[in-house]
């Protein structure tokens, strides 16, 4: 099929294979079980891969619609090899995700945006959300750094001032990439830190301001209340801001990801998602449910500890690695 072409870098498709290779070893391992002594896909073999797709956290509703593409192609071609299964599986959620046009980018970029009504350049600001723990700080540091490395000026904000923790591990990726971060101490107010940030950001010609934000989502009400006035606030400098609502997942918790993002785009409107932690887990079929099931983008994917190891989520390159 035509979905398959190569666009990743040979260095970065195997920093994504590596990266899914428990995924993918876990998945195999219960799918051979499922077809074994059988050499056709048959309603047994349907019954036993829909329960592999759903204990490896595709998701239910995601599962039910590749096994029933694959159930139509099982009429039409009568006689389906269960050695072929790898390949339709392949082609089947390739071509579920392609029905929307997201997960299509290959690199780090941000869109041109128009500029401010006193002819200045407008900042690309982003707004990160995610409860504590997801590798949120670690996500916004390694942002800015493929940023920069496009040639991008970068300023942070370090709005998360509930814990002292996450405004030093925020200090600490600043310095690491070598760019500036608006802080002050903690406790203050959130939204008074959003603001410092975009008006410095605006005084040094930022390309990019990424603001972080508090995780907490035991109050749903609160955050809603705080996020809604941090926006309210970046708008008295930059009109649309933000322009993108990161929402950071922590991959390695499968179903409680989907949980997760179910909440907090009850809280708060989200436009794009980061999962992140897919080296260390056997639950990197969540993006394809994740992907499939939220009508938001999946953005970036993590795959690894280094610098260079959170990458642009590309659904073709990620079908690939999972099914290969």
Sequence with gaps: MSFFKKIF??????????????SKSSFFGKLSK??????????????????VLVSSDVGVNTTLKVIERIEERVSKDKYLGTD????????EIASLLSETNVGEETDFT?????????GTKTPYVLMVV??????????????????KKQGLNVVLGAADTFRAAAIDQLQVWADRVEVPM?????????????????KSGVSQDADVIIIDTAGRLHNKVNLMNELTKVKRVMQKVVADAPHDVLLVLDGSTGQNAFEQAKQF????????????????TAKGGVVIGISDQFQIPVKYIGVGEGIEDLQVFNKYEFVDSFFK
Aim: zero cysteines; a negative charge; hydrophobic letters at 35%.
């Design 265 to 280: 785009t009850a809280a708060t409107e989200v436009t794009s998602l980061a999962v992140t932690k897919l080296d260390g």
């Design 130 to 147: 995610g409860v504590n723990g997801v590798g949120k700080t670690t996500t916004i540091g390694k942002l800015a750094y493929q940023f």
């Design 34 to 51: 499922a077809v074994a002594g059988k050499s056709k896909v048959d309603d047994e073999v349907l019954d036993n891969l829909e329960e």
């Design 9 to 22: 870098s040979s260095e970065k498709k195997e920093t994504l294979d590596k990266g899914l290779e428990k």
């Design 110 to 118: 941000i869109p041109e945006l128009p500029k401010q009504e006193n």
């Design 182 to 198: 608006v802080r002050q101490d903690m406790g203050s107010d959130p939204a008074s830190v959003a603001f410092d940030a975009l």
């Design 84 to 91: 072929e299964l790898n390949q339709i599986l392949r082609e």
